[in-house]
């Protein structure tokens, strides 16, 4: 979620706004905007930008939509694409590319995945160069290496290297070259300035976790490929390091049984770890690549695999890479192919002016400022919105739920099922006070029986996946209450079976549990999510209208908690005096579902809660 920009010098008549074009406004001071300052008449005045932005708004506009138009045209290369290519067709689809970009992550919606090529801009060694290091440590043939590394075949480098020197060779040469502290380059402080929830990397090296935790220890949460699945901590930043982390070398994926024991050994197999965390990212997020070869490895594999598997008429989300231009017409157009099948969309850069990447993201940035919202993380000493401590525990989770009351007790038309069961996952999937008196085993089941059906209309490996998490959770809860469960059986389920067996398990539970604790609401909603889950694994590619009994349920599950730890009465409690404002709200919320939370709408919903409260 990316937050609004904090309001500056004056709030009346929309000087506030003044503060969005700080790149502008830098630069029309500066010697190098005097040209501008003269044409405009404010070259004399001590604070040119602003004395234009108050006394001839027309002017400023005029003015720094040239500036903006500039900006973009160095940044997205336009005279190197009339240069190389004699027209500017790419440069055009370049200023698309980039547009539709930076709209999805005004939205929240990017999720960055950073390659080596990031980490060379450090000084660091790419992958390709540090196999070269490795392969002279190891004493092999100079010949042989470059043999192999010019057929793309750097797993078999990793294999040779240790068959013939070791593990502890090769370890140590990656502790020798990732385990330096460089100076952090540009480009990683704009990855930790424009990204501050989820970050995926294929680095050892821990020059990201370095930039967002300057000033800030203990503000970043890294995941291991090895526990791909690990739950994110919402109050941290979250790094995802698919192949290891260099403080720990040992748990590093390097050798190629290690990646085949990560990916699979022979074909990919997508209910592996690292597999399903790729799949759920490519399928939920719009991934932006950063310094990524996007050759043939086991990442663009598993890519590969997931979106043949989706077919041709799925939809599915657009993912972006920052990548250096091929110098021909048939070059740029053969690699626009290759990343047009993997669901990529480029945007290019001029060949080995690694620097454009840091431009771009920088661009990025000021437009994502222009249109009002900051990229870089909030002060923590000055929380943007100052709760009481009464209200600041559960309101970030009260929000949560209000795309969902907006349907309580309301039928939800079938072009909202997949969105609705989302908002429906977020509530599961994080630590909230509408959760936390459930057991633990049924609130997991429910996330993943709720990304299932949410993320797609079609059950493939990764419904398969997170079905199987699901019903593994559902065993151990029965094994704990001392129920009949297949815990310990070593049989492979079926799509059918999951969706199936579960059911028959749990229909003597709700016949003879006492109704109105949490476990028993949360197992009828359970039910009713699996039986959507069965007419939905019969049905056609499109979502099914949801049935009566899941809104039913959730409703039922959601009063319990709000009564419970609110002390509300849904909807009793809120009588007309608030109703109208509540409704309000939630259609808000659920009109919004998908976009940033905007600091003034935390703000009334503070406002509305706290009148109740009263």
């Avoid at 470059?146 to 294999?159: F, I, N, S």
């Avoid at 197999?269 to 719009?286: D, F, G, Q, V």
């Avoid at 709000?562 to 659920?590: F, H, K, M």
């Amino acid at each position: 979620m990316t937050p609004a920009l904090h309001k500056i010098w004056c709030d009346e008549d929309e000087h506030f706004r003044y503060e969005h074009f700080a790149d502008f406004n830098e630069w029309l001071d500066s010697e190098e905007g005097q040209a501008a300052r003269i044409d405009y008449g404010v070259d004399a005045l001590p604070q040119p930008s602003k004395a234009l932005f108050a006394g001839d708004r027309n002017g400023y506009d005029e003015a720094f939509q040239a500036f903006r138009e500039a900006c973009r045209h160095e940044a997205l290369g336009k005279s190197w694409f009339q240069e190389q290519l004699g027209d500017d067709h790419w440069f055009q689809r370049n200023v698309d590319h980039f547009i539709q970009l930076v709209d999805l992550m005004v939205a929240g919606a990017v999720v960055p995945f950073v390659g080596a090529g990031i980490s060379a801009s450090a000084g660091f060694s790419s992958w390709k160069e540090h196999l070269r290091h490795q392969g002279k440590t190891a004493h092999i043939a100079e010949e042989r290496i470059e043999e192999l590394l010019a057929a793309g075949a750097y797993e078999t480098v990793l294999e040779e290297i240790e068959a013939v020197r070791g593990r502890e060779v090769f370890i140590n040469e990656i502790r020798d070259e990732f385990s330096r502290n460089p100076t952090i380059p540009d480009v990683v402080w704009r990855i930790s300035e424009l990204f501050t929830d989820t970050v995926i990397t294929t680095n050892y090296d821990r020059l990201l976790e370095q930039s967002f935790e300057t000033g800030e220890p203990g503000r970043v949460q890294v995941i291991n490929g090895l526990n791909a699945l690990e739950q994110p901590d919402p109050k941290k930043i979250t790094v995802i390091k698919l192949h290891g982390d260099i403080r720990e070398p040992k748990r590093c994926i390097l050798s190629k049984n290690q990646y085949d024991e990560a990916y699979g050994n022979g074909s990919l197999n997508l209910h592996k770890p690292i597999p399903k965390l790729l799949a759920y990212h490519y399928i939920n997020s719009s991934l932006l690549f950063l310094g990524c070869s996007l050759s043939n490895d086991r990442t663009v594999q598993v890519f590969r695999k997931i979106r043949e598997g989706m077919g041709e008429e799925a939809e599915i989300k657009q993912h972006f890479a920052i990548e250096q231009a091929p110098e021909t017409k048939e070059g740029i157009a053969q690699r626009n192919a290759e990343l047009a099948k993997l669901g990529i969309t480029p945007i290019w850069f001029e060949k080995e002016r690694y620097e454009l990447v840091e431009n771009l993201l920088s661009l990025a940035k000021n437009e994502l400022r222009h249109r009002g919202v900051a990229p870089e993380p909030l002060p923590v000493d000055e929380p943007p919105v100052k709760l009481e401590m009464d209200l600041s525990h559960f309101l970030g989770d009260f929000i949560d739920l209000m795309p969902l009351l907006h349907w309580l007790h309301r039928a939800v038309p079938q072009s909202a099922t997949g969105q609705y069961l989302s908002a429906m996952q977020r509530v599961f999937h994080a630590h909230s006070f509408a959760t936390r008196q459930t057991d633990e085993n049924l609130r997991k089941a429910l996330d993943n029986l709720l990304r299932v059906l949410s993320s797609s209309p079609e059950f493939d490996g990764y419904a398969h996946g997170k079905l199987s998490v699901a019903f593994r959770c559902l065993q151990q809860y029965l094994k704990s209450i001392g129920e009949q469960n297949y815990l310990d059986d070593d049989f492979e389920w079926n799509i059918h079976e999951l969706l199936t067996t579960p059911v028959l398990q749990l229909e003597p539970l709700l016949a003879h549990k006492a109704g109105g604790n949490f476990d028993y609401h949360a197992i009828r909603l359970i039910s009713a999510l699996l039986q959507h889950g069965k007419r939905q694994h019969g049905s056609n590619k499109a979502f099914c209208e949801l049935s009566g009994a899941v809104n039913h349920e959730f409703g039922d599950y959601i009063a319990l908690s709000l009564a419970a730890n609110l002390g509300l009465t849904v909807p009793d409690r809120l009588d007309q005096t608030y109703a109208d404002d509540i409704q309000s709200l939630c259609e808000d919320a659920w009109d919004n579902l998908d976009k940033p939370i905007d600091l003034g709408f935390v703000e009334r919903v503070k406002l509305v809660v706290t009148s109740i409260f009263k």
